[in-house]
């Protein structure tokens, strides 16, 4: 009965339970082994955990404080090119119960970070239980006024909507319609997706910012160590998962420094070097067919033999023809490298994730230095690993008709491995179109299709009965059988011009010598005249004769240049 009357006494206040409500724990209770303290405000208490970084700390490779240089570079994530100040950006991590974004899913734990000066402060928001969620909330929206990005790690579309759910049910107002999204893991992905077996943050902090955490806490195990807090109530179940929060936060400032210092304008002074010039020199449209003309001479006239696969083809002959060669470029010792070791793979994706953010010349300049890098043999890579690159490169050349480039990055992915059937028959294609459709060059086109055909057939005795080959070995002869076509088509049209103009200048020389002697013309036909029966007779079975003749013929239609090419 008496359990009865605490709780009737409790839901009518409490003056009327007969005692005051028990005092906040103190400060440094229970939670002060793990750093944190409880926060007491007119909204309620949370638990806070604050740690202050200093103007020389380092995350990895990178300090702390290089992101007021580098702040202003993070305007290009927008349309909208407004100045970013480090002071503005507010980073933004979250634990959850769940994996949701209904209801149901609570942000027990929400982590902030934010610079003051040169000191960056990391705040941990939690909460014991339910009831003290409204002061977290209550806390966070007096602090995002502050603010103009928010940076967070697939936040934009997980932890961000999980938060707004959390102020509607606790009827709270939140305008972020002047906040913007800074969501690095989509950028993570443009660039390192090809890269790295993940984009996890921890994987990418590992690998890009040099940063490796040891005993972690996943992410994973949040949920149920959360849960388990809420069992037995004891603080440190919780630890690891402090610290894993506190590291995301930390992590997110780190990438911010390293996606700002690639757009930074140091960067962009070196990818206007002389490098691109130079090579644009000696790499003119006028040498794309130097390399072709030296392969060409080993070739037979009817492209029946192609003695360019053979293994004893003499390929340093090619480079000592071709003065334009890659091995003729400049030295290591010449090219002055970026402050970012980027690799042909990150150079490459970094160019085209600033070309989805509508950063074209910042984007060409990217380009420009990994052509002159594969070019110049500048780095060391393997095989395969080069032969994508310049296949990537010279497709993203194809697409802005850059076929003075696109063209010669082909046939360097065919020099690459000349005597390996495992090379890929892309170049091929590429140039067999490209001489075709552009070059109007027919006899060049029938060269690249008959070279891919032989490595093709090549490799009927490792796949034999797979149907793709048969299929690929079918689409090249259809493609040489259609271009030896026309050039049969164009000699004939070519004999048969060349046969009407003797014809035509006898005709004319006909009529100029009637014209002459008209007299003497005349004079020999009457001399010659015959009886009108017998003339009228041989003119009708002559008649006959030619009629019979002219149903029996069949016409010629003349073939003409401009049909062969179609």
Partial sequence: MSGLRERLGRLRGPAAAGGTPPPPPEAGGEWAQLGAHITTSPAGSFVMRRRVYGADSAHGKYRLRELADVAPQLSS???????????????????????????????????????????????????????EEHAMLVYLQELLGRYTHIVSYNGRTFDWPILKNRFVLNRLKLDDSELLQLDLLYPSRSLWRNTLPSCRLSKVEESRLGFERVDDVPGSMAPALYFQYLAEKDPAVLAGVFIHNEHDIVTLAALTIHFGKLLQPEMETFLERELEPDLETSLDCGHVCDIDSDIDSEFDSDFCHVSYLDSDFDHDSVHDLNPYHISNFKSDSDVITPDLN????????????????????????????????????????????????????????KKYNRYDRATLLWKQAILLKPSSISLQLEPYLELAMYYEHKEKDLDQAVFYAEEAWARLWRRRALHRGDRKINELEEAWEKRMARLKEKIRKQKLSGSESHAKRPASRSLSHARSSYEAHPTSQASSSTSQSIPSSTSDAISFSGSSTAARSKRNKKTVKPVYVSEGLI
Avoid: C
């Fill in 77 to 131: 994530f927008h349309e909208q090119d407004a100045v970013v100040r480090h002071e503005e950006l507010l980073f933004f991590d979250t634990e959850t119960t769940g994996l949701g974004v209904g209801a149901g899913n609570v942000p027990f734990m929400v982590g902030i970070g934010y610079y003051t000066g040169e000191l960056f402060t990391v705040e941990q928001l939690m909460i014991r239980n339910p009831a």
């Fill in 342 to 397: 980027l690799d042909p793979e990150e150079l490459f994706r970094t160019g085209l994730w600033l070309e989805k953010m509508a950063r074209a010349a910042k984007a060409e300049r990217y380009f420009n230095v990994l052509y002159g890098k594969l070019m110049s043999k500048v780095v060391t890579l393997l095989p395969a690993q080069r032969e994508t690159a310049l296949l990537q490169l010279a497709g993203y050349y």
